[in-house]
């Protein structure tokens, strides 16, 4: 079973998470924030991950750490859950169409952090949720699962729709990345010989 357990209690947040990444698309998501909720909640949808979540954060203040922290433990359940990542397929991407948006994913489990974020929001806010900080969660991930990872909007008008189809997409992307490739199942998919 390729599973993590993630306890991570700061004085800005106290985060427990659950994940599963051969999972089946099931979630508990309890961040404070309804549309963080959401977007974790399609991630792990599209991802077949099982993902629980609960997050005591400083949400009066804004959702910026909460957002922040929640990255950096689900970066953490992808590294501890994938291990020495013998046998996974490594790269991942996806195109996904949501209405007028189109949004480009790749990712390599590399073990060398990058985020490469072409993404124009047009608003600052959905809901009452800072939009720059769906940028902030990914790097807050790269960061904690080291991977090379690209996103780019390549049309898009609809903020809401924007970062929806980036969850969906890196969904779609790491179901990919992390899947087992029989043919090398006891190989790291690496000429180094380690990720």
């Known amino acids: 079973m390729r599973t993590a357990n993630i306890e991570?209690?700061?004085n800005e947040t106290r985060i427990k998470l659950y994940f599963n990444l051969d999972g089946s698309g099931k979630s508990e998501i309890h961040t404070g924030c309804g549309?963080?909720?959401?977007?974790?909640?399609?991630?792990?949808?599209?991802?077949?991950?099982d993902l629980n979540i609960t997050c005591d954060g400083d949400v009066d203040v804004d959702y910026h750490h909460t957002t922040e922290d929640i990255g950096i433990c689900l970066?953490?359940?992808f590294t501890q859950a994938l291990g020495d990542k013998r046998g996974v397929t490594r790269y991942?991407?996806?195109?996904?169409?949501?209405?007028?948006?189109?949004?480009l994913c790749a990712v390599d489990l590399s073990g060398r952090d990058f985020l490469g974020?072409?993404?124009?929001?047009?608003?600052?806010?959905v809901g009452d949720f800072d939009t720059e900080l769906a940028q902030e969660f990914w790097l807050a991930f790269v960061r904690n699962c080291?991977?090379?990872?690209?996103?780019?909007q390549m049309a898009g008008e609809n903020t809401h729709h924007i970062i929806e189809a980036i969850f969906k997409g890196?969904?779609?992307t790491l179901k990919m990345a992390v899947a087992m490739d029989p043919k090398h199942a006891d190989e790291i998919p690496s000429t180094k010989g380690v990720l």
Do not use: C
């Open 146 to 152: 080291p991977a090379s990872a690209h996103i780019y």
């Open 8 to 10: 991570r209690n700061t």
């Open 75 to 77: 970066g953490q359940a």
């Open 117 to 125: 974020w072409k993404v124009n929001l047009l608003t600052q806010k």
């Open 170 to 172: 890196m969904g779609r």
């Open 92 to 103: 991942g991407q996806f195109l996904l169409p949501m209405d007028e948006t189109l949004i």
């Open 35 to 49: 549309f963080l909720n959401h977007m974790l909640e399609l991630f792990t949808r599209h991802g077949d991950f």
